[in-house]
Every structure is written in C-alpha cells, then in structure tokens.
C-alpha cells in the first residue's frame, strides 16, 4: 500500500498528541530560575565566609558543576531534566550533565575507548562553537580599540 507524503502526514497528526507549550515553558522558566536562585544564593554564602565577590561566583560555579555531575551521576539530573526540559539543561549544571551522561552510558566499554573518547560527544560541540565565538568576539573587540 502506497502512502502519500499527505495521507502520512495527516495519520502522523492523528497519532501525535500536542505539545503543552505554555506548560512546558513555565516549567522550564521555573527550573531554571530555580537552579540561578540556588546559584546566586551560594555565591551570597560564600561572601559571608569572606570570599571576594568574583572568587564567590567562581566557588558558586564550581559547586553547582559538581552538583550538576553528581545528580547526574545517581540519575536523580536526568529525572528533573525530563519534567523541566531546557530549565534544567541551559544553566551550567546543564553542561555537566552533558559531560558526565555520555561518561556514564559508555564507561563499559573501559576508560580510554568508552569513556574518555564518549565524555564529550554532546559538549564537545558547545566547547568548540563556545571557544570559537569567543575568539571572534575578541579579535572583534580588539579591532574596534584600534581605532
């Protein structure tokens, strides 16, 4: 039986339920304030123990990496990420999730050909384009001084 791109279309509409978009935002906005808030907080704790604000946010940032890989590595990160969609995956803890995932799904395979070569194949990307941008943004920065 031949299917036409249309007809398919239409069956694909039928069997696909829609989105909750406005949710699905809300619950992302939420989360990823959340995890900010959390941030913010830390950083405010670490300058009542006399930290300088910049080492502050430093210390703030390393903790919420480590919080990002622990979570993800009892699998309770991957849980929130389902729920709160790119709430959870945009902030830094996001990026370590991505780190340690793909670590954990092929450290079987030993340490040198499953998880050293697999640990960045989702952040890899981002560090690429992430470091490439940033060059550019500098040589663009730095030709703008010139004149």
Avoid: R
Avoid at 51 to 62: F, P, R
């Amino acid at each position: 039986m031949a299917v036409t791109k249309k007809q398919y279309a239409q069956m694909a509409n039928v069997q696909s339920p829609n989105s909750p978009i406005v949710k699905n935002c809300v619950w992302a906005f939420c989360t990823g304030g959340a995890i900010c808030t959390v941030g913010q907080s830390m950083t405010n704790i670490y300058q009542q123990f006399g930290l300088k604000e910049l080492d502050a946010s430093n210390a703030a940032t390393i903790t919420l990496v480590f919080l990002g890989a622990f979570l993800t590595g009892l699998h309770v990160y991957d849980k929130l990420a389902k729920y709160a969609g790119a709430g959870s995956l945009v902030p830094i803890t996001g990026f370590a999730n991505a780190v340690v995932s793909p670590a954990l799904e092929y450290k079987s395979e030993g340490f040198v050909l499953g998880l050293g070569a697999k640990m960045f194949t989702i952040a890899g990307p981002v560090l690429v384009y992430g470091i490439t941008a940033s060059i550019l943004y500098g040589l663009v920065l730095w030709i703008f001084k010139l004149f």
